[in-house]
């Protein structure tokens, strides 16, 4: 039984349950120290998901160890769970996510990227429209490290032409597109997701 350590204190939501997950592709055992309550709660979620054995220590109020092991069924069904085609896109129609702070939106957009990034499975296509086209911008955008980093990876980054022009967009990466193929991959899309 393999099993890993990690220190995921002081690192913000997602990336505790990002580099847990990541592990458990590799160890059949990983226990997570992190510095609190909500991060023990999406570990949780995490292994509820995943259907893994759970167990969460409170070691004081700063520190808690969470400890997912595989149970080896999930292990097999986990293997034969992946659907025949589970190809997506990415929909992105503004700077921020969710409605609300602006601040937080920014935060919740950044570590949405993030953890596009981290996925098994990345999107074909990551489409910006409307206020969604400043997140390609060379100078507005707080993302372009994360998309960036998609695009390197082979996902294929558009902006709609019409909302390039209206927010005088200076693309740093990906291409124009127009509303006729932002429809068309859309409705040819096998999933859609909109942040």
């Known amino acids: 039984m393999k099993k890993y350590e990690l220190n995921a204190k002081g690192l913000a939501c997602p990336i505790p349950v990002?580099?847990?997950?990541?592990?458990?592709?590799?160890?059949?055992t990983v226990e997570t120290t992190v510095d609190n309550f909500t991060a023990t709660q999406n570990l949780t979620k995490l292994a509820e998901q995943l259907d893994y054995n759970i167990d969460v220590k409170t070691v004081s109020?700063?520190?808690?160890?969470?400890t997912i092991s595989a149970k080896e069924e999930s292990k097999k069904a986990e293997k034969t769970s992946q659907a025949e085609d589970d190809s997506y896109i990415v929909?992105?129609?503004?700077?921020?996510?969710?409605?609300?702070?602006?601040?937080?939106?920014?935060k919740l957009m950044k570590a949405f990227l993030y953890t596009l990034t981290e996925q098994k499975?990345?999107?074909?296509?990551?489409?910006?429209?409307?206020?969604g086209?400043?997140?390609?911008?060379?100078?507005?955008?707080?993302?372009?490290?994360?998309?960036?980093?998609?695009?390197?990876?082979?996902?294929?980054i558009m902006c709609c032409g019409a909302c390039i022009d209206y927010y005088n967009v200076?693309?740093?990466?990906g291409n124009p597109?127009?509303?006729?193929?932002?429809?068309?991959e859309m409705r040819n899309a096998n999933k859609v997701v909109r942040p």
Not at 18 to 28: G, I, N, S
Not at 61 to 66: C, D, I
């Open 61 to 66: 109020e700063e520190e808690y160890v969470v």
């Open 133 to 156: 086209a400043l997140l390609v911008d060379k100078t507005r955008s707080h993302v372009l490290e994360e998309l960036k980093e998609l695009e390197d990876n082979g996902v294929e």
């Open 18 to 28: 990002v580099k847990t997950k990541k592990l458990l592709e590799e160890y059949d």
């Open 170 to 173: 200076e693309l740093a990466l």
């Open 121 to 131: 499975v990345l999107p074909k296509k990551v489409i910006f429209y409307n206020g």
């Open 91 to 106: 929909v992105i129609n503004k700077q921020i996510m969710g409605y609300g702070s602006e601040e937080l939106g920014k």
């Open 177 to 184: 597109s127009n509303m006729y193929f932002i429809v068309e």
